[in-house]
DNA sequence: GATGAATGAGGTTTCATTCAT
DNA sequence: AATGAATGAAACCTCATTCAT
């Protein structure tokens, strides 16, 4: 008599649970009971709905991932030109709000957990793919109008990707040095210098 | 009769264990008795030299991060061009051999540690300001001599070093795009493109 | 659907293992495991009870205290004269029959304990004024109608209470000098040196 | 070459060590690396002087009796009347000043550990027999000069024993209630209750 | 005689997981 | 579907004791 729409809802509230814990505490510190408590069950509803503790991290790493690419869905059907659609991109996966920062954090959990978990490692590479492939689009298309300079596109992505994730890193260790500001700075810097000039200060 | 301190000798050995170990499983599956094992004694010793198991972990983080830096002062007193001596600082910097790469993982381990740690906040906040002021320094001799381009320092600096830690954590992840080659591509166009042109190819 | 609350009743059968265990070997020697095992379960449902050790042998001691006044109560009530009733409250006191010494036992702990724990001194002053107005209380009975001796009953009392303390410590210690016999002894001619002599014998 | 006198004041040195920590933090809590502290050496050392932990306890139990008889030596030398030498010995007995206080800690740790190991129990034995011989001792010379009443010597030394131990222990264990002035008026009253009268105030 | 480094057995505590209800 | 009591396997840590020096 199970509605198939509680088990997903129930099985939601349990990843939102768990992802509010993993940017509080971290994985290492994450217990079963902390997420039941936040989600308002008990520990043994939580083991309903996943078999095992690594099951239910995985899943929630997988939430996030999924969660943060399609909030940026909207930026890639915006009808703006590759330039601005790429800064937007960008700006939008700095961390910021706490909305993206808390993402962030599971994020750095998930590599650092994939680094010794096979099953994050393909996770990470499904995911990066994708981000990556997002990117590169952007950039040819920026390359097929002129606006952005004729290299490697997948290079390209490359930089940009890594210089986010870098920035994001510190950032979010709470280097004073790297502030909100500072990070916008070098990824302006970086896009300016891939830009076309028309006016636009550049690397050279 | 005092032996002549076995003590530093002892903790070295211990600490060399501990990077091990979370080299090869992280922290978060760390055990004492594994960093014993690997030490060559008992758990006990390993307490008699270290608290706590968190006492240990952060002496081990602060003890790879020394290592790492002291690795690098052969590069920064050479006698090359500024500009060679940041491709050489970079390259040297990129997960390569067994022992970069294992100082690599225990630094991975040690950011996403310290989002929940005030101390390895603090760490890396001190560790960071001087492998920064190190790149920051190879660039106002590149800009003195007029081999590198005239824009502030501390932002060039800023976009290398979060570049190579980006490309470093997808590489250590084990992401099958993020190649060695690709990496040290992608750093190679980015000192290009702030190298002032003599021949070679640029951004723009 | 709730079961109604088995916790009461668990906590019951730890804290009863808890006292036999204190009383067979002291807490000193008590291992959590012990108590455990004589309440037929496993540690971790222990700790799912009690916090920690301390925690479950402060429960202990403050369960004994409880129950030894209730096992007094009885004799409170009693329609018999004041100075009956103090000889049988003293004599329920005297280590006597397994349940008073045991009880004793765990007093004893409790007491050394305290030496050296705040929080168990506070116990020890609430019960022991618990303990000495019950006293108090026959003897000023015993004054109204004469029977005892008008002298300030909290001295009285205080005398009768460290009398019964003395003698009981000795008496677990084991001496053979301080037999059950010669203990009542003893409290029996306190008690008559406080009664108003009508034929019996009294200290002068 | 070892000078007999320089163990003997080690072992002193250890035993006063082991007697202060028990004071400061029972028995339950002494380490034998904090008598060393304390003793100003190694536990190497303590245990070349003491087989086990528990040979060091016993062996500071011991010491602490033999020097708590000795302090009383001088008082039952006195040419003074039986009365006021009972007086004085009681007097001497409840915990007074730092040196009676902490002999009494150890005392009671004493005791209670007793309750679990036989050898203790001799022990107690032992040094409660020497103890209340004494005080029968001067309640016999108090008969036989006709200024103590004529009841069984042993009856009223276990009377006086029993109640300078219950008023200690209450008052070792912080009673705010039992003050020193209160220890002493019981005991005064207990003595002047077996004294015959020559105008003293008695209990009836 | 003395040191203090090292051991290792054992204790408390934690927590994922199970299961009767 | 859900609860929460209970388990038991570890894990960290302590500390009496030993022993090379």
Redesign the pocket.
Known sequence: M?RPS??AQ?REQILRAACEVIRDKGINA????DVAARAG?????V??YFE???ALTHAAFEWNFTRSLARREVILTRRTSPSERLRAFVSSYLPGDDETTAAWHVWAETWVEALHDAELRALNERVYEEWRSMITEIIRDGQADGTIIDRDPVLLADTVVSLVDGLSMQALVGSRHMTASRMHAVCEHLIDAISVSSGRVKVS
């Open positions: 199970a509680v088990e129930r994450l217990r079963v009971s069950m008990s520990t043994g509803a083991h309903y095992t503790k690594r």
